[in-house]
């Protein structure tokens, strides 16, 4: 059994910065990537940030240059650090990771977090 548990979302003003942070844990053998999703309103779940095992990391364009995503291999945690955050941002952001539970290759599945909620308004 995987869990994903989210943490660091809430209410902020524009122009403002949050992290959030993920963490995973279970019957773990292996991550691959981990990441945010975020779902607004009336609108589809989209990517927002992902990191490789290796370090390699993608960036919607949406939150380029003002977003950092980063992980801590030893704690099976992720973060994202969002900076100059406005209205736009607000959603629900979810963390999700491919993760292995053996060592077969097969084994590597996605999972997901329940989500945590960013609003952004004065």
């Known amino acids: 059994q995987v869990q994903l548990v989210e943490s660091g979302g809430g209410l902020v003003q524009p122009g403002g910065s949050l992290r959030l942070s993920c963490a995973a844990s279970g019957s773990i053998f292996n991550i691959n990537s981990m990441g945010w999703y975020r779902q607004a309103p009336g609108k589809e779940r989209e990517l927002v940030a992902r990191?490789?095992?290796?370090?390699?990391?993608n960036y919607a364009d949406s939150v380029k240059g003002r977003s950092t995503i980063s992980r801590d291999n030893v704690k099976n945690t992720v973060y994202l650090q969002m900076n100059s955050l406005n209205p736009e941002d607000t959603a629900v952001y979810y963390c999700?990771?491919?993760?292995?539970?053996?060592?077969?290759?097969?084994?590597?599945?996605?999972?997901w977090g329940e989500g945590t909620l960013i609003t952004v308004s004065p």
């Open positions: 990191i490789f095992s290796n370090g390699i990391t």
């Open positions: 999700y990771a491919v993760i292995s539970t053996s060592l077969s290759a097969s084994s590597f599945r996605n999972y």
